[in-house]
């Protein structure tokens, strides 16, 4: 009976190491498809309602009044780009959300522009637009530099460009300064790695140490002169106030933070954000 039952836990745990390796080599190689979260429609700036934009491609010109925007190759550029109302004023480059996409901040770009602002909204590899491509932390890093390129090529000075990232476009904005410099870094509901929130969220699983995008955003600022303007709701669920705030702390750089009481993840521009980043704008 004894050895009957060694079998049997013996047999138990090997099943069970099976089944977790298993659930570990699905992790690893499915961890892209798990991290990126792209709706599934393009819309146009007509279509929500935002005049002004001009639809930009690699070609620079393109304006396309389809519903579904082409998607382009891994190497092109799609964004909407509105220019500023003066060329003393600012221009923002905006990163959005996870689960977002280009169109998803219709509020904030209308508010941009009526104060004066110029905006370029960038859309990611494999989110609406571009959606044929894999999105990765190499891919969403090489389109933020296209965006910067393009902005720049408007007669745009670099001392009147600011980056504005959100949740995971404050980890794509960040690691655009390992390449482009900004006037002004805005990082909003963002987080101190990618690697990090991924642990967090599987604690069963060693995924920091399989993560390939790791989106390590105070790694990608370290060392850096950069003005950083921090914002953090407090009621943010998805990435706590608490994980967030060493992003922050940890920054030697020139830095200023926006604690928001009554924020949770996607509304800080609506809780008290809009008049302090428009106030920063406007001193650039």
Not at 37 to 49: A, K, N
Not at 131 to 148: D, F, M, N, R, V
């Amino acid at each position: 009976m004894l050895r009957f039952t060694r079998r049997f836990i013996y047999a138990a745990l090997i099943i069970m190491l099976g089944l977790y390796l298993a659930a570990l080599a699905f992790l690893y190689k499915s961890q892209r498809s798990l991290i990126y979260i792209p709706p599934d429609i393009y819309y146009t700036p007509d279509q929500i309602g935002l005049s002004g934009f001009k639809v930009i491609s690699d070609d620079h010109a393109a304006n396309h009044e389809s519903d579904h925007a082409p998607d382009n190759g891994s190497d092109n550029l799609l964004g909407w780009w509105h220019p500023p109302a003066d060329p003393a004023k600012a221009s923002v480059i905006y990163f959005h959300g996870n689960g977002s996409a280009i169109y998803s901040n219709e509020p904030i770009y209308k508010e941009l522009i009526n104060h004066g602002f110029g905006i370029f909204a960038l859309a990611y590899p494999g989110y609406p637009g571009r959606s044929s491509e894999t999105p990765s932390q190499a891919g969403l890093t090489q389109a933020a530099i296209k965006a910067y390129d393009f902005t720049r090529a408007q007669n745009i000075a670099p001392e009147k460009i600011a980056f504005y990232g959100t949740s995971l476009g404050g980890g794509v904005a960040a690691q655009l300064t390992a390449h482009r410099t900004p006037a002004l870094l805005i990082i909003e509901s963002s987080f101190v790695s990618m690697a990090d929130i991924a642990q967090e969220k599987m604690p069963l699983f060693p995924v920091k140490w399989l993560i390939q995008d790791r989106y390590d955003s105070a790694k990608a600022l370290a060392g850096r002169g950069i003005p950083l303007l921090w914002i953090h709701g407090r009621r943010d669920s998805l990435i706590p106030y608490d994980s967030a705030l060493p992003l922050y702390e940890g920054y030697a750089g020139p830095k200023e933070s926006l604690e928001l009481s009554t924020a949770h993840h996607t509304n800080s521009w609506h809780r008290g954000g809009a008049a302090h980043i428009l106030s920063r704008l406007e001193k650039l």
